[in-house]
């Protein structure tokens, strides 16, 4: 079975500065994807990044970007340019790319708050 | 993209009785799932709703407890039955899989609290 961790509980950043939330993982499968969902307050959950096993190119979307290493099998979000409206929870979770195993499994997640 | 709505967005309920949480997504879906976030956790899957199927429960959750319905593609059903004060949640439907290979859109969640 595929595990998910996320060590830190909360971390705390200023804003405009960068700021790194840890994610390991544990499987024995070879293609699978890995995901950052942020949870805000209003309890939505938001898909912030995606990344492709397959791929060795770190994936980035804007601020966001993330640290793949398969080979540790750690997945790190980096934030840049952090802002107020980033203070949310944030979630890391792993999918098979086995299309008939579409679940995800997640980690405990890590409260981020931001400094204004 | 795929936009999911959840009713109820919350509700109270007294001890012993029954909520039927629906979930309603504005497209064809091949795989529905539920999951339950009790507060200040994390997402833990409940179920699998495909359908045509019955439903795939995950350890520790049981069809008498969560019973779910999966009447066509585009909607589905969750129970909490004979509600104890420990099923006060957040409920989240999900879909994914299919056209959604690549990614799993959530539904707003559904806030339970039992007295």
């Known amino acids: 079975a595929q595990t998910v961790t996320q060590s830190q509980p909360e971390m705390s950043v200023q804003e405009a500065e960068t700021v790194t939330l840890s994610c390991t993982y544990d499987?024995?499968?070879?293609?699978?994807?890995l995901f950052w969902y942020k949870q805000p307050p209003s309890r939505q959950m938001i898909l912030v990044i995606r990344?492709?096993?397959?791929?060795?190119q770190n994936a980035t979307e804007n601020r966001f970007s993330v640290n793949f290493q398969k080979a540790a099998k750690s997945f790190s979000l980096k934030i840049s340019d952090s802002q107020l409206g980033d203070a949310a929870m944030y979630f890391c979770?792993?999918?098979?790319?086995?299309?008939?195993?579409?679940?995800?499994?997640f980690g405990k997640g890590i409260t981020l708050s931001v400094r204004p | 993209s795929a936009v999911i709505s959840q009713k109820p967005s919350r509700d109270i309920c007294q001890r012993g009785t029954s909520l039927t949480i629906q979930c309603q997504v504005d497209?064809?879906?091949?795989?529905m799932f539920w999951y339950r976030q009790q507060p200040g956790q994390s997402l833990t899957l409940i179920a699998t709703?495909?359908?045509?199927?019955?439903?795939?429960?995950e350890s520790g959750f049981v069809i008498d407890k969560f019973p779910i319905s999966r009447p066509n593609l585009t909607f589905s059903t969750l129970t909490v039955s004979n509600m104890s004060p420990e099923d006060s949640s957040i409920y989240l439907c999900s879909v994914g899989g299919g056209q959604f290979l690549n990614e799993q859109f959530f539904g707003p969640g559904t806030r339970l609290t039992v007295l």
């Open positions: 990344q492709e096993a397959y791929k060795q």
């Open positions: 709703a495909n359908q045509g199927s019955e439903a795939t429960y």
């Open positions: 497209s064809q879906v091949t795989m």
């Open positions: 979770a792993y999918r098979s790319a086995n299309g008939a195993n579409s679940k995800l499994t």
């Open positions: 499987t024995s499968e070879s293609d699978y994807y």
